[in-house]
């Protein structure tokens, strides 16, 4: 057997656990502005004062929630005062559920699904609160998820007032949202408390993604295995997308298809390979994240990318009834979002015609809007 093969009891990962999503890593870099903002808002927690709430926003995989988890981390050395809680939004999806959540992870009990009122659970997690003289600081990550029903201003309104009903109660929101361009708005009666500290997490930087997924390769592989030809294309597929996560994903499977090759080595065959199985689970993960409208909209550019924007937004109005500029803002997310490419031509009456094409293959992105 050659030396160059992979024996059946050997592997290529010296510690695939830095490979995995839920994985905190101890190098976390190009975010420093960001969490000195965090830091900030979390610091009046320490002399037992109600911090200040956040909205933290910026696409999918740019680092949001990670940089939010270490900063709690971070203040949980300087006080057992603070009870800090992250929900997950996109699973707990209602105002029952997030205080469920919230619940489970004070007094490590799981409550009833049934049999217990909204209003008795939230009023235990109070009474917790005020028994222990704790602070309780939620991040509720994936907001979004709690727009469509109007379970967001049902969730923010109950935490940010609680106060009012139970003097003593000291609660802030850190809400994370998975977006860009256009601001996701509250009720007036939310927005009057809430009054965030507004944390934007833009797109890596190029250099950024090389130096993010060098380091992950570095801790995650055994020296020499990762080519830099196979890592450049990784942080190709990663600036791509903009999603840090693809690449950290792409790590891992193009790992277990050089395993798969008992090879020593990962080959850039290994990653096109990756990204082929996994592009559509990416893209269609993003895809659902988005509304009904932009669904429709994207639908409309992936059927047909040689119309103008004026065809094509009377095509979209005929089906949605929306005007000019809710249609203008959309079109500027998704090119932000990186999901199409918008272009100015050059020809048209003012000289400004815009093309609009999708980044993706338009079959791939039909599939996924089926």
Known sequence: MSKDMLLWDETIFS???VLEFDYLPEYFVHRDSQMQALRFSLKPALRGMRPVNCLVKGPPGTGKTTAVMKVFN???EYTDDVAFV????QIDSTRFAVVSRIYEQLVHITPPSSGISFRR?????????????????VALDDINYLFPEGHADEVMYSLLRAHEQYPGARISVIA????????????????????PEEIAFPRYEIAEIADIISNRVKHAFFQDVVSDEALDKVVTYVDRTGDLRIGIDLLKRS??????????????EDVDKAYEASRLLHLCRNIKSLSDHEKILLGLIAKDSSLPTGELYKSFHEITGLGYTRFYELIEKMHIS???????????????TRYVAPVYDSEDILKCLE
């Open 176 to 195: 994370i949202i998975s977006d860009v361009g256009i601001p996701y708005s509250f009720d007036p009666r939310v927005g009057s408390v809430f009054l």
């Open 15 to 17: 510690n695939g656990e």
């Open 121 to 137: 659970l939230f009023e235990k997690v109070i009474k917790y609160l005020l028994d222990s003289n704790k602070t309780l600081v």
């Open 74 to 76: 971070e203040v949980k």
């Open 255 to 268: 790992g277990l298809n050089a395993e798969r090759r008992a090879s020593r080595t990962v080959s850039v």
């Open 86 to 89: 992250k929900v997950n939004c």
């Open 338 to 352: 990186r999901l199409i490419d918008a272009d100015f031509s050059g020809k048209g009456m003012r000289g400004r």
